[in-house]
């Protein structure tokens, strides 16, 4: 294995002696000021939350929340049980019965205890699995991929302070590397790319290798929603679409600040292409990433934009006064409570962008049509198309230049 960057240069063994939060996270030394970003940094690791990483954690958990916490949060789990049913029974039935009662407590916030199977549920990816007896373990076992090389190399830089994670050759990094080289053998055509390791990761810290396999399957392959795989095909063309579609959202919504960036020549492929290839599981407080996958996987992408636009929205009056460089470095650095999951969703929520995100599709579609019609448009709209997807790559290759 490429021993380039790997986490601590640790081989299996007993648990690190830096002492971790409840979550799984090592917590960062006091003091420690890493590339004058220590301050969001630090409050992004106290903040982490997983659920699956070990079984020890999953019934702590599960006990935490029924025994230890209020009586409101018993009621809540309870409720989601109800939903459920015995294994997700119940749970198709009832969401045809209470669609807005499910759509209500989904916004809410789905009991950790229950994340996992829920994520499955209202993935499609419970489905897939059971029509696919042994395919997972086939593609593992049997088959080979021509991006091994390229996932060992970037395994030990996803999630590196969870202790899932930590060991080199460890159980986290052998699941992570298990799942992503299987789907780099199931879908050839996509194979790999880095920042799809935050998703297997995030999904590995709340269900087995082969849901966590399936999953990302439903959601690549377009299970439930629209299909994700254009986000990780050659030359990046769903998050190219997705970049021109939030840039014309920011002028529309806040058009004072969407004046300023153009100004300040500053666009979305500078600040937004990871909040849509690694659907804010990359440089967001976990608890935020959990609850915007928790609405994501019902309602589809469009909470993206929805969140993107939300944290635009809080930070709006300081934004429009900031140069280029300061831009740049707020995005990186947004406040403590604009990322408070009970405040920036309910934000969100008041963007009503389905209607006007087709349009815009439609309407990049016939651009890129255009462009390949017109020599004129060849010379200037694909260029622009071209920088947008180096800065889209650089966006990915940027991942192996900080720690989570």
Known sequence: MDKKKAVDDTEPGPAPSRPVDRFGFIKPEQGTSPDGISK??????????SGYWLTVHYFTNLTADIF???????????????????????????????????????????PDCLRGLVW???????????????????????????????????????FPSHIFFQQRHGPGQRSLYNVLKAYSVYDRDVGYVQGMGFLAGLLLLYMSEEDAFWLLVALLKGAVHAPMEG???????????????????????????????????????????????TVFSYSFP?????????????????????????????????????????LLHAFRNFPEEATDPDVLLPIAF???????????????????????????????????????????????????????
């Open 40 to 49: 969001s940094k630090s409050i992004h690791e106290r903040e982490r939350e």
């Open 350 to 404: 008041t963007f009503k962008v389905s209607g006007r995100l087709e349009e815009l599709e439609k309407e990049y579609q016939k651009k890129l049509e255009g462009s390949n019609a017109s020599t004129s448009t060849k010379r200037s709209h694909p260029l622009k198309l071209k920088t947008m997807s180096r800065i889209g790559s650089r966006a990915l290759s940027n991942f192996t230049n900080s720690e989570k």
């Open 68 to 110: 230890l916490g209020n009586h409101r949060d018993g009621r809540r789990i309870k409720k989601w049980r109800k939903m459920i049913g015995v294994g997700g029974s119940d749970w198709k039935h009832y969401v045809r019965r209470n669609p807005h009662v499910v759509k209500r407590r989904i916004r809410k916030g789905i």
């Open 231 to 277: 986000l990780y095909q050659a030359g990046l063309p769903l998050v190219q679409q997705y970049l021109y579609q939030f840039e014309k959202l920011v002028l529309e919504q806040m058009p004072q600040l969407g004046q300023h960036f153009i100004e300040e020549m500053i666009n979305p492929s500078m600040y937004a292409s990871q909040w849509f290839i």
């Open 286 to 326: 976990f608890h935020l990433t959990l609850r915007v996958w928790d609405v994501f996987l019902y309602e589809g992408i469009k909470v993206v934009f929805q969140v993107g636009l939300a944290l635009l929205r809080f930070c709006h009056d300081e934004l429009v006064k900031l140069p280029f460089e300061k």
């Open 120 to 158: 499955q549920l209202i993935s499609g990816s419970r489905d897939l699995l059971l029509m696919n007896p042994g395919v997972y373990e086939t593609l593992v076992i049997y088959e080979t991929s021509a991006s091994e090389l390229e996932i060992i190399r970037d395994i030990s830089r996803t």
